[in-house]
Antibody, heavy 120, light 107 residues
């Protein structure tokens, strides 16, 4: 059974940092691109970062809104995906989901989400 | 970035109705479009990928069509469990982007 479990969310002050983790199981992690998708309260979905698979040399890609502030990484030996978030802004407040790219042009499995609140 | 515009943004319908949601892309995306359903407080659920392929386990009343810049999601006979928000997503190029969503509510 495929599972994705996020952790590391919480309350942080503007300008602060936070690191999210996503532990995965039930599939060959290195075969899949993995993404972080966020959803601000009452708003739609936004992809913020992607870690491509081993075949694509683990290339990272970012949305313009987080480029230079967020860093995505993965540890295939631990079946884990990470999102290091620095210089956080109030507009980064959202539920952050990790999602598996099915490799068939879709995201077929999602974690339950981690709430990040940026507030003073 | 490729913009996706969904219409309508809100839809009121009755059980048994046929419902169609449109998603327009700001440039051609071939068939690299997916549709998701999200209920309040829940995780998005994949319904359709590459524009028209039904994800395993999704009821056949859901269907998708289109290519290039215009796509549709159709629910042939709306059921009580279908009241939710629906999002389209393009995976033709990064950043992957989503439409603004269509909220389907009970009339």
């Amino acid at each position: 059974e495929v599972q994705l479990v996020e952790s590391g969310g919480g309350l942080v002050q503007p300008g602060g940092s936070l690191r999210l983790s996503c532990a995965v199981s039930g599939f060959t992690f290195s075969d899949h691109h993995m993404d972080w998708v966020r959803q601000a309260p009452g708003k739609g979905l936004e992809c913020v970062a992607r870690s491509k698979n081993r075949g694509s040399s683990y290339t990272a890609e970012y949305a313009a809104s987080v480029e230079g502030r967020f860093t995505i990484s993965r540890d295939d030996s631990k079946n884990s995906l990470y999102l290091q978030m620095n210089s956080l802004k109030t507009e980064d407040t959202a539920v952050y989901y990790c999602a598996r790219d099915s490799m068939k042009y879709s995201f077929d499995y999602w974690g339950q989400g981690a709430l990040v609140t940026v507030s003073s | 970035d490729i913009q996706l515009t969904q219409s309508p943004s809100f839809l009121s319908a009755s059980v048994g109705d046929r419902v169609t949601i449109t998603c327009r892309a700001s440039q051609g995306i071939s068939s690299y479009l997916a549709w998701y359903q999200q209920k309040p407080g829940k995780v998005p659920k994949l319904l359709i990928y590459v524009a028209s392929t039904l994800q395993s386990g999704v009821p056949s009343r859901f269907s998708g069509s289109g290519s290039g810049t215009e796509f549709t999601l159709t629910i042939s006979s709306l059921q009580p469990e279908d009241f939710a928000t629906y999002y389209c997503q393009q995976l033709n190029s990064y950043p992957v982007t989503f439409g603004g969503g269509t909220k389907v509510e009970i009339k």
